[in-house]
């Protein structure tokens, strides 16, 4: 069949694509650990679902506003205003399915052929090839581990041409869980106001923060960020609700407005019971959202230590999210890649094989010497996952 050349040029998400394998394994009888999808393994808290079956009951399923129900961005506004100060008005707030669809939909509606949008590396797998639906050029930047992975203000104008429109910044990271300080962002926002870039800040992760860090993005610096910012955030990881779909921008109204007529044309509202469960997490008690970050917080210690008890592995602690990015450059030379495979790749592939285990392999997300893991997983299978991979390295031999 003859495709558009606009999806012939776009991979499948591979962090989607390695849970199928990985489920398909599963049904098969295979005992695997799966440390594949970034999916919080908690349910969903009661009180949301319950939300989600009352607005069953109470006929809460017609169409509502397309950007939103006026309830829901009004939760949104609260949220955004309580916890870091930061105004909205309703006119710059839409509702998507999911986060996905906002960023797909902000995107569509910012960029266009000639624009280029940089990317740090290492970076979640749906950026690039969402720029590129857009006809723009994703610009992947590489960061260094020494930095904790983190974009430098010095990387940042170095990358620079007269077609940069937008810089997309993650924090805490998909997939390294890196957390970027003030202080960072302040250097980073100085180059963004001097050259007028717009910022695409995905926040997805801010309630997930270990350590008492203190949550801060670009547009909380000054009041000139705020107007060149485009916050992307939802329920999917702080309420345990990827299913639900659910998720938001908020930003200068013009964007928002455009992205909301582009939706309009394309899916219309989110589904309404799930807005209506979306406001009562957002809404609700917390304390569902304090218990799972917890439990995070102790998975990122215990998985930190089995990773850097493996002999070679290095790896920054990460500060947030519930990914692991740990890098096994040290046995790449012991292994023998397939042809077209990277080596990242060749080494996920041999600890499916070999130790039933499912990560993702770097070059995925822009850096091949590291695999990701997601820890969103139960303890226990974290305990196995690493025994697993540490006697399958242990094979490959010096
Ligand atoms: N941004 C990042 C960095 C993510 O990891 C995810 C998870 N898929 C999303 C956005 C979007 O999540 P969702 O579409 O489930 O809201
Ligand atoms: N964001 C999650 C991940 O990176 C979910 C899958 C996806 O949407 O890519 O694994």
Redesign the pocket.
């Known amino acids: 069949m003859e495709l558009a050349r606009r999806i012939r040029q776009i991979p499948p998400?591979?962090?989607?694509a390695?849970?199928a394998k990985a489920n398909q394994l599963k049904a098969q009888g295979v005992d695997i650990v799966n440390f594949?999808?970034?999916?919080p393994d908690f349910e969903t808290p009661d009180n949301i679902r319950e939300a989600g079956i009352k607005a069953i009951r109470e006929g809460h399923t017609r169409y509502t506003p397309v950007g939103g129900t006026p309830e829901l961005k009004e939760a949104i506004i609260r949220r955004f205003q309580e916890d870091y100060g930061l105004a909205y008005k309703p006119g710059e707030i839409l509702v998507s399915c999911?986060?996905?669809h906002g960023l797909y939909n902000l995107f569509q509606v910012l960029f266009e052929a000639g624009d280029e949008v940089i990317i740090p590396a290492p970076f979640?797998?749906?950026y690039p090839p969402m720029v590129m639906l857009a006809d723009a050029t994703p610009v992947v930047v590489p960061t260094r581990q020494e930095n904790g992975f983190k974009l430098t203000a010095l990387e940042l104008r170095q990358s620079l041409t007269p077609k940069t429109k937008a810089l997309v910044l993650n924090s805490p990271s998909?997939?390294t869980g890196m957390v970027y300080t003030r202080k960072e962002l302040e250097a980073l926002g100085e180059v963004v106001l001097e050259k007028g870039l717009y910022v695409v800040s995905d926040d997805?992760y801010d309630k997930i923060l270990f350590d008492g860090e203190k949550f801060v993005n670009i547009a909380m610096l000054s009041p000139e960020l705020k107007a060149r910012t485009f916050i992307l955030n939802g329920v999917?990881?702080t309420y345990a609700m990827?299913g639900w779909r659910i998720g938001y921008l908020a930003g200068p109204q013009e964007g928002i407005a455009a992205a909301t007529n582009l939706q309009s044309q394309s899916t219309s509202n989110p589904t309404s019971i799930s807005q209506k469960a979306a406001a009562e997490a957002l809404s609700g008690p917390q304390e569902a959202v304090a218990a799972m970050v917890k439990e995070f917080a102790w998975r990122r210690d215990d998985i930190l230590r089995r990773s850097l008890e493996i002999p070679g592995v290095t790896c920054p602690k990460p500060g947030g999210a519930f990914?692991l990015f740990p890098n096994f450059s040290a046995y790449y030379d012991r292994l023998k890649p397939g042809a077209g495979q990277s080596p990242s790749q060749a080494l996920a592939d041999y600890l499916l094989t070999e130790a039933r285990l499912a990560a993702?392999p770097g070059n995925e997300f822009g850096e091949d010497n590291c695999l990701?893991f997601?820890y969103a997983t139960s303890r226990e299978r974290i305990a196995t996952g690493l025994t697993r991979i540490k006697e399958a390295l242990e094979k490959l031999g010096k």
């Open positions: 998400s591979a962090t989607l390695l849970n594949g999808v970034g999916e999911g986060g996905k979640w797998v749906s998909n997939p997805i999917s990881k990827t990914y993702v990701r997601s």
